[in-house]
């Protein structure tokens, strides 16, 4: 993928050119249904449906080019030597509309994840999480990695896998995140919070011994 830098360039002005449209109709949506007040709060589910409905009722076509961008540079980050691996994070994360939509692009990957086909999408979602390195909220990428560990395995994907490998190319910096992201990713399913979060969680049951 040689013109990745070019073409995360177009995407970001895309994005950027989206959001605003996006911001716009959602503030609009908002005042028509009475929703932005300065003296009430409005609920919860009122706002996720103006969100919804202002999405709607614009072009998807620029989330939809973000989200293949990063399948495409993900592949490309995964098979890249360290110091290209080192650009692409950088890079990504200089940018101020396809940075934030990397952590949805990740978000949105468990639940694409629906049988044993699907480890492509696994890996892409994990090169992602290598991209972000370690730079979201500690709770955060525990919640997302146990989310993707639990989808992966109920589809039929050898979940540990596809972590050993994204660990291989986690940055492995003297110092920072990237180390903490790569021991994360080594040691996500024997860690004290997989145990405790994951585990003992309803679903789980593929961990638990069989009785005999």
């Known amino acids: 993928m040689k013109d990745w830098e070019e073409q995360l360039a177009a995407r970001e002005a895309e994005l950027t050119e989206w ?3 996006y911001d716009k109709a959602f503030s609009k949506l908002l005042k ?46 995964m098979n890249s030597l360290p110091q290209m691996r080192g650009l692409i994070r950088a890079r990504v994360g200089a940018s101020n509309a396809m ?10 990957s468990p639940e694409l994840l629906k049988g044993a086909d699907d480890g492509p999408r696994l890996r892409a979602a994990l090169a992602g999480v290598c991209i972000d390195d ?5 709770d955060d990428l525990h919640r997302v990695l146990a989310d993707l560990y639990l989808a992966a395995t109920r589809a039929g994907i050898d979940a540990k896998q596809y972590f050993t490998d994204a660990a291989e190319v986690a940055n492995k910096g003297a110092g ?15 860690s004290p919070w997989f145990l405790e979060h994951v585990k003992a969680q309803p679903g789980a049951e593929w961990f638990r011994p069989r009785a005999s």
Request: hydrophobic share 40%.
């Open 99 to 108: 940075f934030p939509f990397l952590w949805s692009y990740i978000l949105q």
């Open 176 to 190: 920072g995140g990237g180390t903490f992201l790569r021991s994360i990713l080594e040691e996500f399913d024997t």
């Open 134 to 138: 370690a730079r979201a909220d500690f």
């Open 32 to 77: 028509e249904r009475g929703l932005k007040s300065l003296f009430k709060q409005p609920a919860q589910a009122d706002l996720e449906t103006a969100a919804h409905d202002a999405r709607q009722s614009i072009s998807n076509d620029a989330p939809l080019a973000a989200f293949r961008f990063y399948d495409e540079v993900g592949e490309h980050f």
């Open 19 to 21: 959001n605003a449209e």
